[in-house]
């Protein structure tokens, strides 16, 4: 009964929210851009910090919530903006630079403020056993809203992320509709990001998806694949951390070694699969 | 001898208060820190052992001061005990009673508001520590009349030797009335007020932020006029920032900690004031 009453919000979290980012996360692998998320959640960090250096304080005024959202949307415009059609350069090193520069710019903010580091520290590390009733919930409606807008729009956004020529050909602009990917798709990051933390957020948006890639060629069953590795590394991590009392484990890093080891079992599963002659190689879209 | 099972459960945030609960409670209470003594206290990670212990707690020791502001409140929602929830019978807020250092004139959030009842490393002053063995006995005394005798025998002990022990460290560093230290966060405060040194420049510019060079050379500047030789740093301070503004300075590095069990064989809080006495002391003394 102990994991209906204390654990309840953490598990509900965990069962709820990856569904979203698992979607994301196939968009993520296949587009090569592995380190948006933590780049695009430091965006929205130092929006959160300039807000705190202007003397508004994170829970109580909404400055910081409202600048967080400009930032993300701002990133999500730099990323639109930075997708090059031959590049010559790697869009993953442009992210990497916006990545560190946000975090220096971040710091650099807060150097005159004293309660910068908790604030910053309370944005990209949050914990989920500390969730609360009001964020899961809060947090699974936006989710939704996305969902619903990615359900509607999925035909051009998956052809964005896995045939870019194809869209091109049909003149889709594409800057318009990077621009909403990376807008729904910070959004999703940078309020997950607070519930879960960091390194949760990477696990839960490559794990599932590079699981999904090796196990199947569709993109349906790669999304299925996903949610079940997203559902099963989770929930394991959950109860491994509560249940092993001897060991006292933190929840969110076990949680992260269960999707290494779930990325193990798909890579074994891949082998034996390919070893007796049932997958074919070939190109989802 | 009570039970196991019929001893009162007590959380302590961090091992300071852990360590007074015990010296009260002895074999009475079962005692549970949060914090460990190497952690800054500032940032403390959640793990589901904590808020095991807290939905299982009778009696929940903390600052009050707002030290925990950052960890605590979460993770006493998680655990939903009306005991040690605010107002709660089983609720000690080790600062009631005690004259906080440092109170903010202005409550200005430019300034942030992350201590606006004070400096909350008061136990760092034994003499604060008293009060606060008073304050845990007379709640022991409330939640379990029957051991109360028990309760009151050992904080007699604790306070007779505690004074004792006060006589011994004043006197340990009564040659060095007036001499300045450097620490990395006003750790100290409280510990210099009541022996008579004076700590007043720190490795940090502001609480919680990290060392900018510019600052560095004024705390550097600061050693030389006012020929600082010692600089004191806790096990999850930046021992680095330490040795280098010690070794341009002449100046010597001091491990001492806010928290028992944070040095080697400080278990309880008598021997962690000792520990950090003498080597006070002995640094001062070069």
Known sequence: MEILTLWLWPLLALILLPGLLVYFGLHVVERGIIFVDLALAQIAALGVCVAVALGAHPGHDALPWVLSLVFTLLGAGLFAWTRFRHPRVPQESIIGVIYVVSAAAATLVLSHTAEGDEALKNLLVGNVLLVTKGEVLRTFGLFVGIAAVHLLLRRRFLMLSFDEEAARRQGISIRTWDFLFYATFGLTVTSFVQITGVYLVFSYLIVPAVCGALLSPRIRTRLAIGWVVALVAGISGLALSVKLESADLPTGPTIVCCFGAALIVCGILMRLRKGSGTVSAGNGA | ?286
């Open chain 2, 1 to 286: 001898m009570t039970s196991l099972l019929l001893a009162l459960k007590v959380v302590a945030t961090t091992p300071e208060y852990g360590a007074i609960a015990t010296a009260i409670g002895g074999d009475q209470v079962k005692v549970t820190t949060l914090a460990k003594p190497t952690e800054d206290p500032h940032f403390v990670d959640a793990k589901p052992s904590h808020i095991v212990a807290l939905s299982k707690a009778d009696v929940l020791i903390e600052g009050g001061a707002d030290l925990e502001a950052g960890w605590l409140p979460p993770l006493l929602e998680g655990a939903r005990n009306a005991k040690i929830n605010a107002g709660g019978p089983g609720r000690v807020r080790a600062s009631e009673g005690i004259q906080l250092l440092d109170v903010p004139q202005v409550l200005d959030r430019s300034l942030g508001d992350l201590h606006a009842a004070g400096n909350p490393h008061f136990m760092m002053d034994p003499g604060n520590a008293k009060i606060v063995a008073d304050h845990v006995c007379d709640v022991f005394c409330k939640l379990d009349a029957g051991s109360c005798s028990a309760y009151e025998k050992n904080r007699d002990a604790f306070n007779a030797t505690l004074a004792a022990k006060m006589g011994e460290w004043s006197k340990a560093l009564a040659p060095f009335q007036g001499k300045p230290v450097v620490t990395y966060h006003p750790t100290w405060r409280y510990f210099a007020a009541r022996f008579g040194l004076v700590s007043d420049v720190y490795l940090e510019p502001k609480p919680g932020i990290p060392p900018s060079p510019p600052h560095l050379a004024e705390v550097m500047q600061k050693m030389t006029e006012q020929k600082i030789g010692v600089v004191l740093v806790e096990p999850f301070q930046s021992r680095k920032t330490a040795e280098a503004v010690a070794q341009r300075t002449g100046a010597t590095v001091v491990d001492v900690c806010q928290f028992p069990g944070g040095l080697p064989g400080t278990g309880d809080y008598l021997a962690l004031l000792d520990a950090d006495v003498k080597a006070i002391a002995s640094a001062l003394g070069k």
